[in-house]
Every structure is written in C-alpha cells, then in structure tokens.
C-alpha cells in the first residue's frame, strides 16, 4: 500500500509500541494462568529462585491465599493488555480501518475515564478522600490477617507499605486491635509496625518485645500510613506530575497515530 512517509512513521510507531505491550500483557496473563492452574510448580519455582538469589519476599508470595488472589489480578490485567494492544497492533500491521478505530476509541474511552476520575476526585475532595479511607479501612478490617502463614494480598500489601513508609495502619495501631481481639492475642501491633532490623522485607523487629509492648522508641505505632503516604506524594509531586503528564501525552500521542493512519487508509481506499 503506497502510504506517505508520515502515514508510515505512524503505523510502524504504532506496531512496535503495541507489540511490546502485546508481549507483556502476553506475559503478565500467561503468568496468571500458571498460578491458577499448577501452583505447586510455581511454589517449586520460587524455592530454587529463592536458594540461589536470597530473595526474601518470594517466600511471602508463596502463601496460597496470596497465590490464588494474585492469579486473578494478573489474568485480569494482562488479558486487558493483550486486548487493547492486540487492536492496535494488527490494526497498524493490516492496515485495517475497524481495528485502529475500534482501538483509538477504547484509548479515548480510557483517556476520558482517566480524566473524569481525577475531576471528580478533585471537585469532590473531601467526599473522595473519605471514601478511600474507608476503603482502605475496610480492607484491614475484612482481609488483614495477622498470622503470616494465612497471609494474602492485601496482608502482604500493608506489611509491605508499613516497613516501607514507617508506619502503621491507616492512622495507628488501633485500626488493628479488632483483628488481634478476635486472635485472642497479646499482640498489639503487627511486626512491620516496628524498627526493622536486617532486611526490612523480612519484618524482623529490632526490639523483640516490640509488637506486645509498643512504644516511640521501637516502633512507629502512632503514625499513621495514610498521612505519611499523602505526605510523601507531596514532598514528591513534580515526579507525579510528570508521571501523570507523561502517561498522557502517550494516551494522546497513540490516539492521534490511529486516526491520522485510520484517516490516510480511508483517503487510499475513496482513490482506488
């Protein structure tokens, strides 16, 4: 097909970022479908992984609970990867009009998704704001699980966000005390609430009387992780906007190639 050299510094622009995309969400859905399916030779995978590179966290990520949620997850995700940049990609490679309309309009479709959540999120702060706190409550309320051997996602995400960050629970250790209540425990406070020593992927607490004794000296029981979070993404907010920005102008970049290309094939085909 004789396009110009604009038309084809589009469509092969085009192929090549939805191929790349097309591999990973290939293989992120792949992935998805091996836990689902055969978790023992993923957990035997892990191990010899594990041995050799000293990983701490694959130990973590081998809980079946973790394993079965983070199945789902990915075959989610990777099937929506795989989809969209499967439109893209034969549609820049077969030159076909429906496939790059169909893609362009799934981009504008997200791109307007995008933009409408972070206005309403704006318009309505405070409502927002309230919202994911309880959603962020609900999920230590209903999924945490303070016994490492029943760890699942959200489990793992907290600790995780915890020993990162130096906090602990949404606003203190008391949005876990339910959860030890109902243990019948003497613990007050999760290990990752506490100083870490060695590997803070590990939770290893400093001070062993940490997570029965809690105090300012061993660990960070009254910080909370929603403020600390809000105030890291403040201290680090020209990284986000760029990263915002920049997802963006990607979005509208790939929309704008589909169409030109969508276009230019319309025009070549009116001439034949």
């Known amino acids: 097909m004789g396009l110009g050299c604009g038309n084809c510094f589009a469509k092969y622009i085009l192929c090549l970022f939805n191929f790349g995309l097309f591999l990973a969400g290939g293989a992120i859905l792949t992935v998805g479908v091996w836990l689902n399916l055969d978790k023992k030779s993923f957990i035997a995978f892990t191990k010899i992984v594990e041995s050799e590179s000293q990983i701490p966290e694959f130990q973590q990520f081998t809980q079946p609970h973790v394993i079965s949620q983070l199945s789902y997850i990915l075959i989610a995700?990777?099937?929506?990867?795989?989809?969209?940049?499967?439109?893209?990609?034969?549609?820049?490679?077969?030159e076909s009009r429906c496939l790059l309309a169909f893609y362009g309009i799934m981009l504008v479709l997200i791109l307007i998704l995008e933009i409408t959540a972070a206005g309403m999120a704006i318009a309505y702060r405070a409502k927002a704001e309230d919202e994911t706190r309880k959603f962020l409550q609900t999920t230590i309320k209903d999924y945490y699980t303070p016994q490492r051997d029943k760890s699942d996602v959200v489990t793992l995400m907290w600790n995780y966000l915890m020993a990162q960050m130096s906090c602990c629970g949404l606003d203190s250790f008391e949005d876990f005390s339910d959860k030890f209540k109902e243990e019948n425990s003497t613990q007050l406070i999760p290990a990752a609430c506490c100083v870490l020593e060695g590997d803070i992927r590990r939770f290893t607490p400093k001070f062993p009387n940490c997570t029965t004794s809690p105090s300012y000296a061993n660990s960070y029981y009254m910080t909370g992780c929603y403020k600390t979070v809000l105030n890291w993404v403040l201290d680090h907010i020209n990284v986000v906007i760029w990263v915002v920005l920049g997802t963006i102008f990607v979005e509208l970049f790939t929309v704008f190639l589909s169409f030109c290309l969508c276009k230019a094939l319309q025009g070549y085909d009116d001439d034949k």
């Open 77 to 94: 995700a990777g099937a929506f990867i795989f989809l969209v940049s499967f439109l893209g990609y034969c549609g820049a490679l077969r």
